[in-house]
């Protein structure tokens, strides 16, 4: 018995095998569309993002590049097909990319799925939601919400959006189960998803070829403590590099200082104004001129320029019209004219929405700002997001085609602002002239150069800042980042929305072509820059401190987002943050507090008595409060603490001090 064993058992195994090769499953005959994501189909691009939109490229960072398929990208009403030359240029998607999920009748509630009020469970073991980096394992947090600006609840999109901003180059496993809807009846998955899941062989190339990526995508997921069977859907997708999000504006910048070989770029004061008698007290005069940036945009780099890109694919300066003609204006506080004053620090101004340099000497809070801390402000126009590119902002939000040219333009804006920092510390710039001259002795101080940015000089004053040479030290005003969250937000795309809307009728188109707009904003705002704001700079460029005065229920710049960024670069926080209501949104979480004097980043919330916003995809109306519906947006800068804040911090040693003892509670203005 004992020599006959082995030979009963090789002849049981081998009945055994050829039983199960007798009883597998036949292959699944699955339907996918060509050229569409594989693990849903009732809209093509979706889940988004996703690596079945990226090809292996060993030519870049991420070791992949966007490979949108053209016949498939959104449709406006004119029949118009969104290109997606630009687009493709990317190896990645945007680090804030907006998780967006095919789920109709999801009940985010019933499903235990994390939300604004508390995103640490969005990283717990049992979330039903799990974002995995596949390099290290780690859950990245996020919250879930349902577009409230869906027509039909019942086919609302369901986004994931990061808690703070994915890291470049790396590729993320996104793992879903245990879906409900209202009535906890589980989600049912996608026959393609099922054939994945399930092993089931399929009669689709497309399929089958995905199957051995698929596989890994199981196996992180297990990692992450998600059994197999227990997934309703998941998938990769790859983040933009570094290099990919910022060699534009790095060559760009690089280019034109080499082009100054250390000189002050050349300028000319065309007007200075002597203040009226309203602020003759605390304003001394404006000046008003012109300097000169070389030009990477095509014709004069007006609006609806593009960038122009050389053989090596990078941007080059145009040979034809190789100057860009950038204006400035500035104000001198008065204090900086009385005898024996002290020379003025300089610092650069970033101008809110759609904008010019005449923010500068037009807003009471710069008056005041300058006047009791004796500052000179200087402001450029940051080109692609002033009012003359209104039109064709306009234009991207109905031809996504279209949107490259207005971050093309915001990439010359940031150059043009560097450029603006170098004559306030050059000594044969500004201070060379004598409109910022008193009795032979210069006004300005050029021993540092700030930046201090307000709304949309907040947002992309988080990439001017990233990619600075010129000032180590921001404050960043009522700042957010990531449009593709902030605009649903903001009361102040309300008047733009109607384009957007009209020419995208479909609300999930409207959703897709947000996140695909986003990929360019990435270009030119601080979304795609906000990893490296802090002690991790981009090449050539040096670390930065910055300040970031957050308006609790911003109608125009969701707070949520200010937070977002706080995080990506790894801010201190202000606590504590609220008086009791701040259970409601989750702003602290993952941020250590400030221990006072604070050396390093920061980010305080300021509390004007105003509601909390919604925890939707809508900007705050005010409903509920008890003064009036206020908008809270300029609050913090027209309080003298923050001022008081601001000045400390704007000094080439400053701290963060504190001016609040407790929450930090602003009066409301206006």
């Known amino acids: 018995m004992m020599i006959r064993l082995p030979l009963i058992l090789l002849v049981v195994a081998l009945v055994v095998g050829c039983g199960g090769d007798d009883d597998s499953p036949p292959p699944v005959d699955v339907s996918a569309i060509e050229g569409c994501g594989l693990v849903q189909q009732r809209l093509c691009l979706l889940p988004f993002p996703n690596n079945d ?17 053209a016949q498939h990208m959104p449709v406006n009403v004119g029949g118009v097909l969104t290109e997606v030359d630009e687009l493709n240029r990317n190896d990645g998607f945007s680090p804030g990319a907006p998780i967006i999920v095919d789920a109709p009748g999801v009940d985010l509630v019933a499903s235990g799925a994390a939300s604004l009020s508390d995103i640490g469970r969005s990283i717990a073991d049992d979330s039903p939601i799990l974002i995995i980096d596949e390099a290290t394992g780690e859950r990245h947090p996020h919250w879930a919400e349902v577009d409230s600006r869906a027509d039909d609840a019942g086919t609302a999109l369901l986004f994931v959006r990061p808690a703070k901003n994915f890291l470049d180059g790396h590729t993320y496993i996104v793992a879903i189960r245990g879906l409900v809807d209202s009535s906890g009846e589980g989600l049912g998955s996608s026959e393609v998803f099922e054939a994945f899941r399930d092993r089931l062989p399929t009669t689709n190339n497309a399929v089958e070829e995905r199957r051995g990526r698929m596989e890994e995508v199981f196996r992180v997921a297990a990692g992450a403590g998600v059994a197999r069977n227990d997934l309703w859907l998941a998938w990769d997708f790859t983040v933009a590099s570094s290099r990919s999000l910022s060699e534009r504006v790095l060559a760009m910048r690089d280019g034109a200082f080499e082009e100054l070989g250390g000189a002050a770029p050349e300028f000319g004061v065309g007007r200075v104004q002597q203040a009226g008698s309203g602020v003759r007290n605390r304003t001394s005069h404006y000046v008003y001129g012109t300097f000169q940036v070389p030009n990477y945009l095509s014709d004069d780099g007006g609006p ?17 019209q190789p100057e860009f003609t950038a204006s400035f204006a500035c104000i001198v506080p008065a204090p900086a ?17 759609l904008g010019s340099r005449f923010e500068v000497v037009e807003a009471w809070d710069i008056v005041l700002m300058s006047s009791e801390h004796n500052m000179i402000y200087c402001g450029t126009d940051w080109i692609g997001m002033t009012f003359d590119d209104a039109l064709d902002i306009g234009s991207g939000l109905s031809d996504v085609s279209q949107f490259s040219n207005t971050a093309d333009r915001i990439q010359q804006g940031l150059v043009n602002i560097q450029f603006l920092a170098r004559l306030l510390k050059h000594a044969d710039g500004f201070a060379s002239d004598e ?3 008193l009795d032979g002795r210069s006004l300005l101080d050029r021993s540092d150069v700030f930046y201090d940015g307000n709304s949309q000089g907040g947002i992309l004053g988080g990439a001017a800042t990233a990619v600075s040479t010129e000032w180590t030290r921001a404050v960043l005003g009522v700042p957010g980042m990531n449009f593709s969250t902030l605009l649903d937000r903001s009361s102040a795309f309300e008047r733009l929305r109607p384009i957007l809307d009209g020419s995208h009728p479909d609300p999930a188109q409207r959703q897709i072509v947000l996140a695909l707009i986003q990929m360019l904003w990435d270009r030119g705002e601080a979304n795609g820059y906000a990893n490296h704001l802090g002690d991790d700079p981009l090449p050539g460029t040096p670390a930065h401190d910055v300040l970031l005065h957050v308006a609790l229920g911003d109608f125009q710049v969701a707070d949520i987002t200010a937070f977002n960024e706080a995080r990506s670069f790894g801010a201190a926080v202000h ?5 009791g209501d701040d259970a409601a949104i989750d702003y602290g979480f993952g941020l250590e507090p400030i221990e006072y004097p604070w050396s390093g980043s920061a980010v305080v919330l300021w509390d004007s008595g105003v509601p909390l916003p919604p925890a939707t995809n809508r900007p705050p109306t005010g409903e509920g409060d008890p003064i009036r519906r206020h908008d809270p947006h300029e609050d913090p800068r027209y309080d003298a603490d923050v001022r008081r804040q601001k000045s400390e911090f704007l000094t080439t040693d400053g701290v963060v001090i504190d001016v609040c003892e407790g929450p930090c509670l602003a009066d409301r203005y206006g």
């Not at 939109?53 to 590049?65: E, I, L």
């Not at 606590?575 to 008086?579: F, I, Q, W």
């Open 304 to 320: 609806g320029s593009a960038l122009l890109y050389g053989a090596d694919g990078l941007p080059e300066i145009n040979a034809n």
């Open 337 to 353: 004219v009385e005898p024996g004053a002290a020379p003025a620090r300089a610092v650069v101004y970033g101008h809110g929405l």
């Open 435 to 437: 409109a910022f001259q």
């Open 575 to 579: 606590a504590p943050l609220l008086g």
């Open 53 to 69: 939109y990226t090809v292996p490229d060993g030519d870049t960072d991420s070791g992949r590049r966007v490979h949108f398929p």
